[in-house]
């Protein structure tokens, strides 16, 4: 059986590249493999990308940039571990209805993950985007459009955690109080 996440097996790496596919709504994390290049593939992570009229930026990109733990994003929404790509383009987890309340996550957009959903960013489960905020300054991005078969398989999303109050959180989230 194929690991799906390596990265306990390497350790922690001094440089990543991430390739994001569009049309597979996928995320894989690279490690470099001396001269050869980032050949080797540590992690995958399910996303989505952005909805027709919004899509996402293709191309590569170096220079990525904290946003905030947490940072207002459109239509009176925030996320959770915002990176910046380039421009207004971020990895963030999925929406919130107020800013810093784990608990005011967009549950019907959540279970969208896997799908395009967003206006242009990379949404992803706040386990997922914690995980590229704490190795921004490592990583260089890659995003792309491609039907060729990754090296990993697409992780399968977990349905969001919804409350009896209409409140609702990312089960990934390790700062939920259970």
Known sequence: KQSQDVSSVIGKQSKYQIEVNISTNTVIVYAKDGKNGFIIPVKAMVCSCGVAGHSTITG??????????????????????????????????????????SYSLQADEYDKLGKLASHGCIRLSVKDAKWIYQNYSKCSVKLFRSSKKAPLKKPTPEKAVRLENGKAYDPTDADIKS
Not at 63 to 71: D, F, M, V, Y
Not at 79 to 93: A, D, M, V, W
């Open 60 to 101: 590569n990109y170096s220079n990525l940039r904290l946003a905030g733990k947490w940072h207002t994003l459109y239509y009176g929404t925030y996320g959770k571990y915002c990176t910046r790509i380039s421009g207004p383009y971020l990895f963030h987890s999925v929406v919130y209805s107020k800013n810093g309340d």
